[in-house]
């Protein structure tokens, strides 16, 4: 055994340290084709489905991500239709209002000016109700003044009918002497 070792030693003083042995380089190139024949059966087919698996995978995720974004674009081009639909029925509402508060404040002002006008004819009519009595009472009191001062200058005294003609023939005479005094 020692002497397989030393031929071996010396086969390896004599030749390159860099060019393998031919025996070794069949050995290994034998070991690389078993292993890479072993490894295209086994392994390379399960990795070769991982890689499509995954890629698949991103693939799928990349167009799920695609619709969701789709989606929210969609949803968010909604959202803004609703907001653009509900401003514009907000300002109509807003302008209905104005138009409603408008007329009835054109209405309050014309009841309250037909509110005013009645009530100033009411104090009109009221104000001639009061004159026409102060009238009467005033042709009452004028006319005993007339009977008083009457029965004064005559002495006698004057009947009733006589009384209530010598006050309506006083009274238009005051009332034209007030009239074309005035």
Do not use: C, W
């Not at 070792?5 to 031919?22: D, F």
């Not at 295209?40 to 890629?55: G, Y």
């Amino acid at each position: 055994m020692h002497l397989a070792i030393a031929a071996v030693l010396a086969a390896e003083e004599n030749s390159n340290p860099v060019v393998p042995n031919l025996s070794e380089f069949i050995i290994g190139g034998l070991a690389f084709l078993i292993l890479l024949v072993v490894l295209q059966r086994t392994a390379f087919p399960q990795v070769t489905k991982m890689l499509r698996d995954r890629s698949e995978n991103i693939e799928g995720k990349l167009e799920q991500a695609e619709r969701e974004r789709a989606d929210a674009e969609r949803l968010l081009q909604q959202y803004r239709d609703k907001l653009a639909a509900a401003e514009d029925e907000t300002r109509r509402i807003l302008e209905e209002a104005r138009s409603n508060a408008e007329r009835v404040r054109r209405e309050l002002l014309a009841k309250a000016e037909s509110d005013a006008g009645r009530e100033l004819d009411r104090a009109r009519e009221a104000i001639r109700s009061e004159r026409d009595q102060a009238i009467r009472q005033l042709r009452g009191e004028v006319g005993n003044l007339a009977v008083e001062l009457a029965t004064r200058v005559v002495g006698e005294s004057l009947d009733r009918d006589r009384q209530l003609r010598l006050i309506d023939r006083y009274i238009d005479d005051v009332s034209n002497q007030g009239g074309a005094g005035g």
